[in-house]
């Protein structure tokens, strides 16, 4: 009988033992996969899924629209001024002309302007009638590819005018970039006053209503 449990006794203990051994080694084994991990990241990893990709929604932006480096014309709206920006800012150029009349080298920066209001705020700076015709007839007028002239003048100066469409009496903004449309301050006493208009094959000087509203370039 004793014998017995002593071979029982033995039993139980080897098999304690055994459960402490196989622990002792699963222990074992995950410290030093652990330490793989650590020194060469080989051990087996779980796989996370892949980050979605984000995309940005971006608007194009407009290409830059390649411009002249004599003139710069800026896009025109209705009912939005008319203006022509050149480096420097506005210069008076001696043109040579017989009468010593400076022309400025760009269009008044407040657009277009009606004839009264045109007179009233610029005075004697507004081209008479008599200083258009002298620029017509004296200088060489030479077509501009994006449309308007470049005014040659006997001493080889120039200055340049745009397109600028114009605002009719109701308020309509119409023939940007088909014709120049330019106030003189001379009048015939009525309603109406000496314009300069032009397109590519005509240039005139005629009277026409002092309602409407046109690009202003002025001279000292």
């Known amino acids: 009988m004793d014998k017995q449990k002593s071979a029982l006794t033995i039993s139980i203990i080897a098999l304690i033992i055994s459960i402490i051994a196989l622990l002792l080694v699963l222990w074992l084994g995950y410290g030093c996969c652990s330490q793989c991990c ?4 080989e051990c087996p990893q779980k796989e996370e899924p892949a980050a979605a990709a984000v995309v940005e929604k971006t608007e194009a932006e407009p290409a830059q629209a390649s411009m002249g480096e004599e003139v710069i014309v800026e896009t025109v709206k209705p009912h939005e001024d008319v203006v022509v920006k050149k480096k420097g800012g506005v210069q ?5 002309l017989p009468s010593g009349t400076l022309w400025a080298n760009v269009n008044d920066a407040n657009g277009l302007t009606t004839y009264e209001d045109a007179v009233a705020k610029f005075g004697k700076q507004l081209p008479t009638k008599k200083q258009f015709t002298e620029l017509r007839e004296k200088c060489e007028w030479q ?3 994006n449309g308007g002239y470049k005014v040659v003048g006997p001493n080889g100066n120039y200055i340049t005018f745009p397109l600028t469409g114009f605002i ?3 308020g309509e903004f119409l023939n940007a970039n088909k014709f120049g449309d330019y106030w003189t301050s001379t009048t ?6 000496y314009r300069v208009a032009f397109n590519e094959k005509n240039i005139i000087i005629a009277l026409h209503p002092k309602c409407y509203a046109r690009a202003i370039r002025l001279v000292k």
Not at 92 to 96: A, R, S, T
Not at 188 to 193: K, L, N, P, R
């Open 188 to 193: 015939d006493g009525t309603d109406e006053a």
């Open 38 to 41: 650590k020194k060469s990241h």
């Open 168 to 170: 009719n009496c109701t």
């Open 143 to 145: 077509n501009l590819k």
């Open 92 to 96: 008076y150029i001696d043109l040579g």
